[in-house]
Structure formats: C-alpha cells, structure tokens
C-alpha cells in the first residue's frame, strides 16, 4: 500500500509540473496566413461611346477627353491619369491621350474596309460592337518617372478594355 501511495504522490507531482509548465509556455507561433486583399474595381463608364469596363486599383484616378476624330474615324476618348498628369505636366493631360484612344464601331461594318487597317483589331468584340484601342506614338514627358508609369498605365488599361460591356439604357 505504501508502494502505491508513493506511485501516487510521484505521478500526481508529475501531472502538476506538466500542468504548471504547460500554463507558463510561450506560445509557439503558428503559421500565419496572409490576408487576400482583392482591389476592389470599380466601373468607368464613357457615356459618349456607350461602354464600360472595370477599372483596376492602379488608374482609378483614370480621366478621358472626347474627341471627334477626322478621315470619318467618328469620335474616341482620349486617356490619362491625374497621377501621370501630376508628374508629366501639360502634355500628359487626357487631351493628349498619353495612355492611348479608344473608338467603338460596328465591327460588319468595318470588317474588310480600310477602317479595320487603320484601326487594327478590336482589343474587345462585343456582338457586333468592337472596341478598338490605339497605342499612344510617344511618352508625354521625358522624365524617367512619366515614362515608368505611363508603361505600367498604358499595361493596366488594356487589360481593363477586356472587360468592357455595353451601357444598358
């Protein structure tokens, strides 16, 4: 009976010294899992061609002009930014369109005529309505900075123009 008692008293000192030295651990750390932030788009929409697309987090400071264009070209919208107008100056303003043109035509009707070899393919087709998309010839500004962005800008927007729908009525 002794035996036992002293098996008791050893294994209850035991249990008590893990309890007390598993309350006073630090605990470990865990592998912590990055929190997914999705940019949230918002939509911007250019009522004069009838059209929107999502907009990423980087040109959500995106403007236009709207320009009637000659030859017959009919009427485009000419982008920029505020950030790159900021850093670029006058020439970088949506007038100039430093991030390029878009125009919207129907596609059967510019399909085989001169206008599908000035305007290139659509960047989208939607039904018979073509979003085409022109590449600025040259940076606005010279300084390293205008030209980076414009780069990153002029990338953003055409992966945004894939997303462009119709403006329902």
Do not use: W
Not at 19 to 32: E, F
Not at 49 to 64: C, N, R
Request: charged letters at 15%; aromatic letters at 6%; glycine letters at 10%.
């Amino acid at each position: 009976m002794k035996t036992k008692l002293i098996v008791f008293g050893i294994v209850a000192v035991i249990l008590g010294g893990l309890g007390y030295h598993a309350q006073n651990l630090t605990p470990t750390k865990q592998a912590q899992i990055p929190e997914i932030k999705q940019a949230q788009s918002q939509t911007f929409e250019i009522k004069e061609l009838g059209v929107k697309f999502a907009l990423p987090e980087d040109i959500q400071d995106l403007t236009y002009s709207i320009k009637t264009l000659g030859g017959g070209l009919g009427t485009a919208a000419f982008f920029s930014t505020k950030s790159l107008t900021q850093i670029g100056g006058k020439y970088c303003t949506s007038s100039e369109g430093p991030l390029g043109t878009i125009r919207v035509a129907d596609t059967t009707k510019t399909a085989g005529h001169e206008d599908e070899l000035r305007l290139g393919p659509p960047a989208k087709t939607i039904g018979i309505t073509g979003v085409y998309y022109t590449h600025p010839q040259a940076t606005c500004a010279d300084t390293q900075a205008s030209i980076d962005l414009t780069t990153k800008q002029i990338a953003s927007l055409q992966e945004a123009l894939k997303t462009t729908g119709l403006i329902s009525n």
